[in-house]
């Protein structure tokens, strides 16, 4: 139980290419959806916390209007980097829980790897 | 937010029990205690979490001091597949967030 698909699994573009990263709860109802970022050996860094139905709320330093997102329903969230450019280049990872208290444990997708050219 | 300090790796071998330890000493009366796992190239894989008292499942086992300042991931025999970056995460009740540390790294030989 507690699977999260996350679509699609690798990217690779042209810069000021506009990508939309999916992130499904297939087996549960998501309160919460998490988007992070990490760089290569490096640790997950939070970029947002979106509830269903209403605004994300971004970490200090995210540009909300760089990377758009949209949790529409309990099962889907959805990330976009508008007009990517090789900075943007990074693994990009969700995760879902049931739980909007932190008393239930976040479950990840496997991650998007983009690649900026 | 409450922070955690692990060893940056550790080595063990096969079939042998290892013990990853965490300091929180910063945690609150109502932060989880969560451990998550990392393959490369994969999202983190949940192993367990616990508040207060000892916890078992069939991966691992949550051992937690009395005043909550430190805990420990044991895997009773660790298997090649073991191998990966265990991260120790506290989840402040009510915020719910995952701030993530370095980790430790766990080489295991055969």
């Known amino acids: 139980g507690a699977v999260v698909s996350q679509h699609p699994s690798r990217v690779i573009c042209k810069s000021g290419t506009s990508v939309k990263i999916e992130c499904r709860s297939l087996?549960?109802?998501?309160?919460?959806m998490f988007w992070y970022r990490q760089f290569p050996k490096q640790s997950l860094m939070l970029m947002a916390t979106?509830?269903?139905?209403?605004?994300?709320?971004?970490e200090q330093g995210v540009e909300k209007d760089k990377f758009l997102i949209n949790h529409a329903s309990l099962t889907l969230s959805t990330l976009t980097v508008t007009s990517a450019h090789p900075e943007d280049s990074s693994f990009y990872i969700c995760?879902?829980?049931?739980?909007?208290?932190?008393?239930?444990?976040?479950?990840f997708g496997d991650g998007t790897r983009l690649s900026i050219l | 937010d409450a922070k955690t300090t692990q060893p940056n790796s550790m080595e063990s071998n096969e079939e042998e029990p290892v013990h990853l330890p965490c300091n929180h000493s910063?945690?609150?009366?109502?932060?989880?205690i969560h451990w998550y796992r990392q393959l490369p190239s994969q999202g983190p894989e949940y192993v367990i979490h616990?508040?207060?008292s000892n916890v078992n499942n069939r991966m691992a086992s949550l051992a937690i001091a009395e005043d909550r300042k430190s805990s420990t991931l044991i895997l009773h025999r660790a298997t090649l597949r073991d191998a990966a970056v265990y991260y120790c995460?506290?989840?402040?009740?009510?915020?719910?967030?995952?701030?993530f540390g370095t980790g430790t790294r766990l080489k295991v030989l055969a």
């Open positions: 910063t945690i609150s009366g109502t932060d989880y």
């Open positions: 087996d549960f109802q998501a309160t919460t």
């Open positions: 995460i506290l989840s402040p009740r009510g915020t719910y967030k995952y701030i």
């Open positions: 979106s509830n269903e139905g209403s605004k994300a709320t971004y």
């Open positions: 995760s879902a829980s049931s739980s909007g208290q932190g008393t239930q444990p976040q479950h």
């Open positions: 616990g508040l207060t």
